[in-house]
């Protein structure tokens, strides 16, 4: 079982694990040995989520989950496939479990009156510069 949340865990056999060979630095060991891992879990069709939970993945995932409702993703940074699937299964935790965070209320706030009399202040001077250069210039003699 992965726990994501308190409330949410993930048996194990709903992801599908994948090993490729790695890209980038590494000498010969990139060259022969599997150590990139690709997780693929299916939202769609996992009881462990609710429709709730399915769509706000679904909306919240969109560019990481393809059509068929399939999430991938990667993990190549350690030299060992071990340690790199530790590493997806933490990154897997960590975008569900942000993806399920409730989205925090906005409290909205006024706009004191200090600032506001600042404003003013400042739309008047600008209006009397304006006002100076549509002044004539008087030549006395």
């Not at 992801?15 to 040995?33: D, H, I, M, T, Y």
């Not at 409290?107 to 001077?125: A, F, H, N, P, Y």
């Amino acid at each position: 079982m992965i726990v994501v949340t308190p409330q949410l865990a993930i048996p194990e056999q709903e992801f599908r694990f994948r090993a490729s060979r790695s890209s980038g630095p590494g000498g010969q060991n990139v060259n022969k040995v599997n150590t990139r891992v690709t997780l693929h879990f299916d939202v769609r069709r996992s009881p462990s989520l609710t429709t709730w939970q399915k769509s706000v993945i679904s909306r919240k995932l969109q560019t990481r989950i393809n059509k068929e409702g399939v999430l991938y993703l990667h993990a190549q940074r350690a030299a060992s496939q071990a340690l790199n699937r530790t590493d997806l299964i933490d990154k897997f935790c960590r975008l569900l479990y942000e993806a399920l965070a409730p989205r925090k209320v906005r409290k909205e706030t006024r706009v004191s009156q200090r600032s506001i009399e600042k404003r003013l202040d400042q739309k008047k001077q600008r209006g009397r510069v304006k006002q100076l250069r549509h002044q004539p210039i008087r030549v006395d003699d």
